[in-house]
């Protein structure tokens, strides 16, 4: 029986099969297993894992998280040329993979018993699925390594006084700690992308460390960013008339000056502001 060492390279079996990247679906490949290998070792110690896959494609990174040892890995596709592919993949690896064909935007990790993600996101819906991940209660994830576009990346961990810094980052900040980890140049995927990505590292905060109210978090950022070059006193007025609260006072109780912009604040000052609500 063949091990995932014996399976034909990835160029090989794309070609063998006759397939090819349908852009409609994002499909850019990762065919360097130099390069997937590094992405599955972000994960870290995987023996005792279940992982999830979105995406897998022709099975570059699936068979990279195999090697490194997974004890199990799910991987959600929804183009159905790549089953046949991941399925020696499957047999390879003593089914330790298991193949669902679908939207990775409908299934419930938490329902599979799904610790940790690995995914390099179609980038049409990879920020729908983090917010989804990053808003699951209780969080089913210890560590999320997903690849999208850099400008994607940056958003994630951005602080106060990036350009990139926004809605994305205070979420993120309020359930996670998160880096990036490695810059994926767009001439390594399979057919290059416009733009370069990047890999960014998730690892979920102590539960004490975690800001629980996220709805409250996303209502007030999305007043204030939604007209972000407004001062807070302008940009956050009908969120306070909504709660009741005075402005000025609620703003300068979280330690934030009304004449602020939303791009100033800080994840934590944000927090307050939705504690005290
Ligand atoms: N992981 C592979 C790699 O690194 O070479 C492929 C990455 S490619 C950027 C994105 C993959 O996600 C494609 O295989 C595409 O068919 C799949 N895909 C797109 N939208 C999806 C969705 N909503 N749910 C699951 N898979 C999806």
């Given at each position: 029986?063949?091990?995932?060492?014996?399976?034909p390279?990835l160029?090989?079996?794309?070609?063998?099969?006759?397939?090819?990247a349908d852009k409609?679906?994002?499909q850019h490949?990762?065919?360097?297993a130099?390069?997937?290998?590094?992405?599955?070792?972000?994960t870290?110690?995987l023996?005792d894992?279940?992982?999830?896959?979105?995406?897998?494609?022709?099975g570059?990174?699936?068979?990279?998280?195999l090697m490194?040892?997974?004890?199990?890995?799910?991987?959600v596709?929804?183009?159905?040329?790549?089953l046949?592919?991941?399925?020696d993949?499957?047999?390879?690896?003593?089914?330790?993979?298991t193949?669902?064909?679908?939207?990775?935007?409908?299934?419930?990790?938490?329902?599979?018993?799904?610790?940790?993600?690995?995914?390099?996101?179609?980038?049409?819906?990879?920020?729908?699925?983090?917010?989804?991940?990053?808003?699951s209660s209780?969080?089913?994830?210890?560590?999320?390594?997903?690849?999208?576009?850099?400008e994607?990346?940056?958003?994630?961990?951005?602080?106060?006084?990036?350009?990139?810094?926004?809605?994305?980052?205070?979420?993120?900040?309020?359930?996670?700690?998160?880096?990036?980890?490695m810059?994926?140049p767009?001439?390594?995927?399979?057919?290059p992308?416009?733009?370069d990505?990047?890999?960014?590292?998730?690892?979920?905060?102590?539960?004490?460390?975690?800001?629980?109210?996220?709805k409250?978090?996303?209502?007030?950022?999305?007043?204030?960013f939604?007209?972000?070059?407004?001062?807070?006193?302008?940009?956050?007025?009908?969120?306070?008339k909504?709660?009741?609260?005075?402005?000025?006072?609620?703003?300068?109780?979280?330690?934030?000056?009304?004449?602020?912009?939303?791009?100033?604040?800080?994840?934590?000052?944000?927090?307050?502001l939705a504690?005290?609500?």
């Open positions: 029986m063949s091990t995932l060492s014996d399976l390279s160029a090989a079996t794309l070609a063998a099969n006759g397939l090819r409609r679906l994002g490949f990762l065919l360097d130099n390069i997937t290998d590094r992405i599955a070792r972000l870290g110690d023996t894992v279940h992982v999830m896959e979105i995406g897998p494609g022709p570059g990174l699936t068979r990279s998280l490194c040892g997974a004890k199990a890995v799910t991987a596709e929804m183009d159905s040329r790549f046949p592919l991941l399925e993949v499957a047999r390879a690896s003593d089914n330790r993979l193949i669902i064909e679908g939207d990775g935007l409908k299934v419930d990790p938490a329902t599979l018993g799904v610790t940790r993600i690995a995914a390099n996101l179609p980038y049409n819906v990879g920020t729908k699925m983090l917010t989804n991940w990053l808003t209780p969080p089913f994830w210890d560590r999320l390594v997903l690849m999208f576009q850099k994607v990346a940056e958003r994630v961990v951005a602080r106060p006084g990036d350009s990139a810094y926004g809605r994305l980052a205070i979420l993120t900040a309020a359930v996670a700690s998160s880096h990036i980890a810059s994926v767009a001439h390594c995927f399979t057919p992308p416009k733009v990505s990047a890999v960014v590292v998730l690892d979920l905060l102590p539960k004490d460390q975690r800001f629980k109210d996220l409250t978090l996303s209502e007030i950022t999305a007043g204030a939604n007209q972000r070059r407004k001062m807070l006193r302008q940009s956050l007025k009908s969120v306070a909504r709660h009741g609260v005075v402005l000025e006072d609620w703003l300068r109780g979280a330690g934030i000056e009304p004449t602020q912009r939303a791009e100033t604040v800080t994840p934590e000052q944000w927090q307050a504690k005290t609500i």
